[in-house]
């Protein structure tokens, strides 16, 4: 199974991102997926998960801010990033999570930086 990340960039604070996470090898509808974030000088962080049930859990930090979702016709999940602040900057990684932790190796991820 692969996951690639893309959709990353440079935003000013205030903006919006969306970023996907094109998977092959596995079928992201019967599972539980995430999106994780790992800052410079910081360990990675679970931002948001999209449980197989359709269920969605997102951190407090990106709560009302953050949506991910899936597109099961193009087999990709997604993260809808609104109101971005500096503190959002961090690259980004999606993954497949069983028991709240993550199962397949990681991509390469996307950056995000915001800043004006």
């Known amino acids: 199974a692969q996951l690639v990340e893309s959709g990353g960039g440079m935003v000013q604070p205030g903006g919006s991102l969306r970023l996907s996470c094109a998977a092959s090898g596995i079928v992201v509808s019967t599972y539980s997926m995430s999106w994780y974030r790992q800052a410079p000088g910081k360990e990675r962080e679970l931002v948001a998960t999209v449980l197989s049930g359709g269920v969605r859990w997102y951190a407090d930090s990106v709560k009302g801010r953050f949506t991910v979702f899936r597109d099961n016709d193009k087999n990709t999940v997604y993260l809808q990033m609104n109101s971005l602040n500096s503190e959002d900057t961090a690259v980004y990684y999606c993954?497949?999570?069983?028991?709240?932790?993550?199962?397949?190796?990681w991509g390469q991820g996307t950056q995000v930086t915001v800043s004006s």
């Open positions: 993954n497949r999570v069983r028991d709240g932790r993550p199962v397949l190796s």
